[in-house]
Protein backbone atom coordinates (compact mmCIF):
# COMPACT_ATOMS: atom_id res chain seq x y z
CA UNK A 1 0.00 0.00 0.00
CA UNK A 2 2.62 2.77 0.89
CA UNK A 3 4.96 1.57 -2.22
CA UNK A 4 1.21 3.07 -4.12
CA UNK A 5 1.25 6.02 -2.66
CA UNK A 6 4.91 6.38 -3.35
CA UNK A 7 4.64 5.48 -6.88
CA UNK A 8 0.90 7.83 -7.30
CA UNK A 9 2.68 10.55 -5.82
CA UNK A 10 6.07 10.27 -8.42
CA UNK A 11 3.64 9.93 -10.75
CA UNK A 12 2.28 13.50 -10.40
CA UNK A 13 5.74 14.45 -10.53
CA UNK A 14 6.62 12.67 -13.56
CA UNK A 15 3.36 13.92 -15.00
CA UNK A 16 4.71 17.56 -15.33
CA UNK A 17 7.55 16.29 -16.65
CA UNK A 18 6.10 14.54 -19.27
CA UNK A 19 3.79 17.69 -20.00
CA UNK A 20 6.78 19.18 -20.42
CA UNK A 21 8.79 16.66 -22.60
CA UNK A 22 5.96 16.40 -25.12
CA UNK A 23 5.60 20.18 -25.75
CA UNK A 24 9.82 20.65 -25.80
CA UNK A 25 9.68 17.91 -28.37
CA UNK A 26 7.44 19.76 -30.18
CA UNK A 27 9.05 23.15 -30.24
CA UNK A 28 12.50 21.78 -30.39
CA UNK A 29 13.66 23.14 -27.10
CA UNK A 30 16.61 20.82 -24.96
CA UNK A 31 14.98 19.15 -22.10
CA UNK A 32 16.56 20.91 -18.77
CA UNK A 33 18.36 23.08 -20.55
CA UNK A 34 16.33 25.90 -19.21
CA UNK A 35 13.43 26.55 -16.33
CA UNK A 36 10.46 26.07 -17.39
CA UNK A 37 8.26 28.81 -18.89
CA UNK A 38 4.79 30.22 -19.74
CA UNK A 39 4.36 29.34 -23.32
CA UNK A 40 2.56 32.62 -23.97
CA UNK A 41 4.18 34.94 -22.28
CA UNK A 42 7.73 33.39 -22.12
CA UNK A 43 8.20 34.36 -18.30
CA UNK A 44 9.98 31.95 -16.18
CA UNK A 45 7.87 30.17 -14.03
CA UNK A 46 8.37 30.22 -10.19
CA UNK A 47 8.58 26.85 -8.31
CA UNK A 48 5.43 27.62 -6.42
CA UNK A 49 4.14 27.37 -10.43
CA UNK A 50 5.05 23.96 -10.53
CA UNK A 51 3.53 21.81 -8.24
CA UNK A 52 1.37 19.30 -10.80
CA UNK A 53 -2.20 19.70 -10.41
CA UNK A 54 -2.43 22.13 -7.14
CA UNK A 55 -0.65 24.92 -8.77
CA UNK A 56 -2.63 24.71 -11.43
CA UNK A 57 -6.01 24.47 -9.48
CA UNK A 58 -4.69 27.36 -6.86
CA UNK A 59 -4.40 29.64 -10.52
CA UNK A 60 -7.46 29.21 -11.77
CA UNK A 61 -6.17 27.70 -14.89
CA UNK A 62 -4.38 31.00 -16.15
CA UNK A 63 -0.67 31.90 -16.25
CA UNK A 64 0.31 34.04 -13.22
CA UNK A 65 1.84 37.04 -14.73
CA UNK A 66 -0.08 37.10 -18.21
CA UNK A 67 -3.35 35.48 -17.23
CA UNK A 68 -3.79 33.37 -20.16
CA UNK A 69 -5.52 30.36 -19.87
CA UNK A 70 -3.92 27.00 -19.33
CA UNK A 71 -4.57 24.12 -21.36
CA UNK A 72 -6.54 21.87 -18.95
CA UNK A 73 -3.60 19.19 -20.93
CA UNK A 74 -1.30 20.08 -17.37
CA UNK A 75 -3.61 18.59 -14.65
CA UNK A 76 -4.81 16.25 -16.84
CA UNK A 77 -1.80 14.39 -18.15
CA UNK A 78 -0.42 14.65 -14.33
CA UNK A 79 -3.55 12.99 -13.19
CA UNK A 80 -4.03 10.45 -15.57
CA UNK A 81 0.00 9.60 -15.11
CA UNK A 82 -0.46 9.37 -11.14
CA UNK A 83 -3.02 7.06 -11.38
CA UNK A 84 -2.15 4.67 -14.18
CA UNK A 85 2.04 4.80 -12.50
CA UNK A 86 -0.21 3.32 -9.39
CA UNK A 87 -2.27 1.14 -11.33
CA UNK A 88 0.58 -0.39 -13.20
CA UNK A 89 2.16 -1.26 -9.82
CA UNK A 90 -0.93 -2.75 -7.86
CA UNK A 91 -1.23 -5.44 -11.00
CA UNK A 92 2.21 -6.67 -10.70
CA UNK A 93 3.83 -8.89 -7.59
CA UNK A 94 5.77 -6.87 -5.00
CA UNK A 95 9.19 -6.68 -6.30
CA UNK A 96 11.96 -9.09 -4.68
CA UNK A 97 15.84 -8.37 -4.68
CA UNK A 98 17.39 -5.29 -6.55
CA UNK A 99 16.81 -6.59 -9.95
CA UNK A 100 12.93 -6.80 -9.13
CA UNK A 101 13.21 -3.42 -8.41
CA UNK A 102 15.09 -2.15 -11.35
CA UNK A 103 12.48 -3.84 -13.49
CA UNK A 104 10.13 -1.73 -11.49
CA UNK A 105 11.35 1.49 -12.38
CA UNK A 106 12.41 0.88 -15.71
CA UNK A 107 9.02 -0.57 -16.33
CA UNK A 108 7.22 3.05 -14.84
CA UNK A 109 9.18 4.96 -16.97
CA UNK A 110 8.37 2.82 -19.79
CA UNK A 111 4.52 3.43 -18.64
CA UNK A 112 5.46 7.41 -18.73
CA UNK A 113 7.11 7.10 -22.04
CA UNK A 114 3.43 5.58 -23.15
CA UNK A 115 1.71 8.48 -22.09
CA UNK A 116 3.85 10.78 -23.68
CA UNK A 117 3.47 9.20 -27.12
CA UNK A 118 -0.16 9.13 -26.93
CA UNK A 119 -0.21 12.87 -25.85
CA UNK A 120 1.93 13.64 -28.81
CA UNK A 121 -0.32 11.52 -30.88
CA UNK A 122 -3.53 12.98 -29.80
CA UNK A 123 -2.43 16.76 -29.99
CA UNK A 124 0.18 16.63 -33.24
CA UNK A 125 -1.14 13.18 -35.13
CA UNK A 126 2.66 11.96 -35.11
CA UNK A 127 4.86 9.41 -32.84
CA UNK A 128 8.35 11.91 -33.26
CA UNK A 129 11.01 9.65 -34.06
CA UNK A 130 12.84 10.43 -31.32
CA UNK A 131 10.22 9.39 -28.55
CA UNK A 132 10.08 5.88 -30.23
CA UNK A 133 13.74 5.71 -30.33
CA UNK A 134 13.66 6.54 -26.04
CA UNK A 135 11.17 4.15 -25.82
CA UNK A 136 13.16 1.80 -27.41
CA UNK A 137 16.12 2.14 -25.49
CA UNK A 138 14.06 1.99 -22.31
CA UNK A 139 12.55 -1.47 -23.66
CA UNK A 140 16.26 -2.83 -24.29
CA UNK A 141 16.92 -1.83 -20.72
CA UNK A 142 14.24 -3.82 -19.49
CA UNK A 143 14.95 -7.19 -20.92
CA UNK A 144 18.79 -6.63 -19.88
CA UNK A 145 17.42 -6.33 -16.49
CA UNK A 146 14.97 -9.34 -17.03
CA UNK A 147 18.47 -11.19 -18.46
CA UNK A 148 20.49 -10.21 -15.34
CA UNK A 149 17.08 -11.20 -12.40
CA UNK A 150 17.40 -14.41 -14.18
CA UNK A 151 14.96 -15.13 -17.35
CA UNK A 152 16.20 -17.54 -20.06
CA UNK A 153 17.22 -16.48 -23.62
CA UNK A 154 13.94 -17.25 -24.33
CA UNK A 155 12.06 -14.69 -22.57
CA UNK A 156 14.16 -11.87 -22.74
CA UNK A 157 15.53 -12.21 -26.54
CA UNK A 158 13.92 -15.43 -28.70
CA UNK A 159 9.85 -13.72 -27.10
CA UNK A 160 10.71 -10.46 -28.22
CA UNK A 161 12.74 -10.70 -31.29
CA UNK A 162 9.13 -12.70 -32.27
CA UNK A 163 6.69 -10.04 -31.19
CA UNK A 164 9.04 -7.47 -32.15
CA UNK A 165 9.29 -8.81 -36.00
CA UNK A 166 6.09 -10.37 -36.05
CA UNK A 167 4.05 -7.29 -35.35
CA UNK A 168 6.28 -5.05 -37.13
CA UNK A 169 5.59 -7.24 -40.46
CA UNK A 170 2.15 -6.96 -39.94
CA UNK A 171 2.06 -3.65 -39.58
CA UNK A 172 4.42 -2.66 -42.41
CA UNK A 173 2.04 -4.53 -44.67
CA UNK A 174 -0.69 -2.61 -43.86
CA UNK A 175 1.29 0.02 -44.17
CA UNK A 176 1.84 -0.71 -47.94
CA UNK A 177 -1.28 -2.49 -48.57
CA UNK A 178 -3.00 0.74 -47.84
CA UNK A 179 -0.55 3.43 -48.84
CA UNK A 180 -0.02 4.59 -45.71
CA UNK A 181 -3.74 5.22 -45.80
CA UNK A 182 -4.23 2.21 -42.54
CA UNK A 183 -1.61 3.20 -40.75
CA UNK A 184 1.28 5.60 -40.61
CA UNK A 185 4.93 5.22 -40.85
CA UNK A 186 5.16 5.98 -36.84
CA UNK A 187 2.68 2.97 -35.94
CA UNK A 188 4.75 0.22 -37.51
CA UNK A 189 7.71 1.92 -35.79
CA UNK A 190 5.52 1.51 -32.42
CA UNK A 191 4.64 -1.80 -33.02
CA UNK A 192 8.25 -3.22 -33.57
CA UNK A 193 9.24 -1.66 -29.97
CA UNK A 194 5.99 -2.59 -28.50
CA UNK A 195 6.22 -6.41 -29.50
CA UNK A 196 10.14 -6.15 -28.23
CA UNK A 197 8.65 -5.59 -24.50
CA UNK A 198 5.88 -8.00 -24.49
CA UNK A 199 7.24 -10.64 -26.29
CA UNK A 200 5.35 -13.55 -28.87
CA UNK A 201 1.56 -14.20 -27.82
CA UNK A 202 1.39 -11.53 -25.57
CA UNK A 203 1.79 -8.78 -28.14
CA UNK A 204 -1.05 -11.13 -30.27
CA UNK A 205 -3.30 -9.74 -27.35
CA UNK A 206 -2.38 -6.12 -27.28
CA UNK A 207 -2.83 -5.92 -30.50
CA UNK A 208 -5.90 -7.65 -30.81
CA UNK A 209 -6.81 -5.87 -27.68
CA UNK A 210 -6.17 -2.61 -29.74
CA UNK A 211 -7.94 -2.56 -32.81
CA UNK A 212 -10.86 -3.82 -30.58
CA UNK A 213 -10.88 -1.05 -28.38
CA UNK A 214 -10.06 1.70 -31.14
CA UNK A 215 -13.37 -0.04 -32.92
CA UNK A 216 -15.63 0.88 -30.10
CA UNK A 217 -14.26 3.93 -29.34
CA UNK A 218 -14.56 4.81 -33.04
CA UNK A 219 -18.36 3.68 -32.92
CA UNK A 220 -19.35 5.68 -29.73
CA UNK A 221 -17.17 9.03 -31.66
CA UNK A 222 -19.27 8.79 -34.40
CA UNK A 223 -22.93 7.77 -32.46
CA UNK A 224 -22.90 10.54 -30.27
CA UNK A 225 -21.58 12.75 -33.26
CA UNK A 226 -18.35 14.08 -31.69
CA UNK A 227 -16.57 12.73 -35.02
CA UNK A 228 -17.53 11.95 -38.14
CA UNK A 229 -16.58 8.77 -40.17
CA UNK A 230 -14.13 11.20 -42.34
CA UNK A 231 -12.17 12.27 -39.04
CA UNK A 232 -8.91 10.58 -38.60
CA UNK A 233 -8.24 9.01 -35.04
CA UNK A 234 -4.93 8.62 -34.38
CA UNK A 235 -4.03 5.06 -33.59
CA UNK A 236 -1.59 5.19 -31.69
CA UNK A 237 -2.99 5.71 -28.48
CA UNK A 238 -5.14 2.72 -28.65
CA UNK A 239 -2.00 0.53 -29.66
CA UNK A 240 -0.15 2.02 -26.30
CA UNK A 241 -3.54 1.40 -23.93
CA UNK A 242 -3.64 -2.27 -25.89
CA UNK A 243 0.36 -2.78 -25.32
CA UNK A 244 0.00 -1.71 -21.17
CA UNK A 245 -3.18 -3.99 -20.65
CA UNK A 246 -1.42 -7.06 -22.44
CA UNK A 247 1.40 -6.47 -20.38
CA UNK A 248 0.05 -6.54 -17.10
CA UNK A 249 -2.95 -8.99 -17.97
CA UNK A 250 -1.95 -10.92 -20.79
CA UNK A 251 -2.09 -13.93 -18.92
CA UNK A 252 -5.36 -13.75 -17.42
CA UNK A 253 -6.62 -12.75 -20.79
CA UNK A 254 -5.45 -15.74 -22.42
CA UNK A 255 -6.80 -17.54 -19.81
CA UNK A 256 -10.00 -16.24 -19.66
CA UNK A 257 -9.93 -16.85 -23.70
CA UNK A 258 -9.24 -20.33 -23.48
CA UNK A 259 -11.80 -20.74 -21.22
CA UNK A 260 -14.50 -19.12 -23.25
CA UNK A 261 -13.94 -20.24 -26.42
CA UNK A 262 -13.42 -24.04 -25.13
CA UNK A 263 -10.19 -24.54 -25.92
CA UNK A 264 -8.90 -25.51 -22.25
ZN1 LIG B 1 2.01 33.66 -19.20
Not at 73 to 94: G, H, N, R, W
Not at 100 to 113: F, H, T
Not at 133 to 148: E, S
Not at 187 to 205: E, N, Q
Amino acid sequence: MALIAIVGFYGLIYGSFINALVWRTHTGEKIGRERSHCPKCNKTLAVKDLFPVVSWLMLRGKCRYCGEPISKQYPIVEIITAISFMLSVAFLDKPEAVFGWAALIVWLAIVGQFIALAVYDLKWRLLPNSMVATLLVLVVMYQIVQAFAGAGLGEWLISPLIGAVSAFGFFYLLHILGKGAWMGGGDVKLVFVLGALLGGWPTLIGLVLAFNIAALVSVVLIATKLRTRKDVVPFGPFLLFGAWLAFLFADDIAEWYMRFSGLA
